[in-house]
């Protein structure tokens, strides 16, 4: 059974960071591109990134071009996120996905929030 667990998401300064995690089980994490999503509440789901099943490609959302970064351990099945140079637009609800979406599963997410 496909599993996504965030983590890592906390309230931080703008100008501050954070590194989030996403823990894959049941599938092959090592053949799966893999995206990071955010939603706030009211507004659609936004994809912040996207990396490719080995870790060669990747590309960004406009909005955090030069700030966030994607990465993966295939051996830990685990996808990360690293945040930097916070902005209190980048608060939001932090998700992980498979590019192919498995039976339109979602994980439950880590909030991230940039405040002062």
């Known amino acids: 059974q496909v599993q996504l667990v965030e983590s890592g998401g906390d309230l931080v300064q703008p100008g501050g960071s954070l590194r989030l995690s996403c823990a894959a089980s049941?599938?092959?994490?090592?053949?799966?591109?893999m995206r990071w999503w955010r939603q706030v509440p009211g507004k659609e789901r936004e994809m912040v990134a996207w990396?490719?099943?080995?870790?060669?490609?990747?590309t960004y959302a406009d909005s955090v071009q030069g700030r966030f970064t994607i990465s993966r351990d295939n051996a830990k099945e685990t996808l990360y996120l690293e945040m930097n140079s916070l902005k209190p637009e980048d608060t939001a609800l932090y998700y992980c996905?498979?590019?192919?979406?498995?039976?339109?599963?979602w994980g439950k997410g880590t909030l991230v929030a940039v405040s002062s």
């Open positions: 996905n498979r590019v192919i979406i498995y039976q339109g599963y």
């Open positions: 049941g599938f092959k994490f090592r053949d799966y591109g």
């Open positions: 990396i490719n099943s080995d870790g060669t490609k990747i």
